[in-house]
T-cell receptor, first 115, second 111 residues
């Protein structure tokens, strides 16, 4: 059973371009969480999605960032018109259900560099 | 809002030394508590968890006990190894199911 798969592992974008980060959850998992880790910082929650629904987006910046988790295919975190401050590692986690004691499994992350 | 406080790193220890990494949290109700470990260049791996008061989570020689009265979940290991060098994150689970992370504690173990 493959783990959480994120791609690409590394992504370089010029300022003003769009970045698309993909996350395929573990088989049988329908809950996905996105986190951002700035250099030398902890992980900050961004958004929690269930298939076709956004459950909690309280950590998402109000502009330029969006996320989706369609019925078929991976979850996508989209950053439009990237700026240098968007450079970070973006991690996706998935869980089978959304309960408070359910283990979440993390992918290896996408490291975004904006030049 | 919910938050977590971990001891500042980096923590540098010699092999076979005793390890304690303190963690306290503020949260609504009694959340499940998790410790995750991040090795260089990797994602996070679950180390251990506890889902209710007085539960003790343990794995690979690491232990942590859910202390409701002090809202703490300190991580301990009796004898660390060089291979334990990593960043450790304490994370309560928020009411919506998302994990709440602090800055992490970097551990370096010297031979």
């Amino acid at each position: 059973n493959a783990g959480v798969m994120q791609n690409p592992r590394h992504l370089v974008r010029r300022r003003g371009q769009e970045a698309r980060l993909r996350c395929s959850p573990m088989k049988g998992h329908s809950h996905v969480y996105w986190y951002r880790q700035l250099p030398e910082e902890g992980l900050k929650f961004m958004v929690y999605l269930q298939k076709e629904n956004i459950i909690d987006e309280s950590g998402m910046p109000k502009e330029r960032f969006s996320a989706e988790f369609p019925k078929e295919g991976p979850s996508i975190l989209r950053i439009q018109q990237v700026v240098r401050g968007d450079s970070a590692a973006y991690f996706c986690a998935s869980s089978r259900v959304g309960g408070a004691d359910t283990e979440a499994f993390f992918g290896q992350g996408t490291r975004l560099t904006v030049v | 809002g919910d938050s977590v406080t971990q001891m500042e790193g980096p923590v540098t220890l010699s092999e076979e030394a005793f390890l304690t990494i303190n963690c306290t949290y503020t949260a609504t109700g009694y959340p499940s508590l998790f410790w995750y470990v991040q090795y260089p260049g990797e994602g996070l791996q679950l180390l251990l968890k506890a889902t209710k008061a007085d539960d003790k989570g343990s794995n690979k020689g690491f232990e942590a006990t859910y202390r409701k009265e002090t809202t703490s979940f300190h991580l301990e290991k009796g004898s660390v190894q060089v291979s334990d060098s990593a960043v450790y994150f304490c994370a309560p689970r928020g009411s919506q199911g998302n994990l709440i992370f602090g800055k992490g504690t970097k551990l370096s173990v010297k031979p």
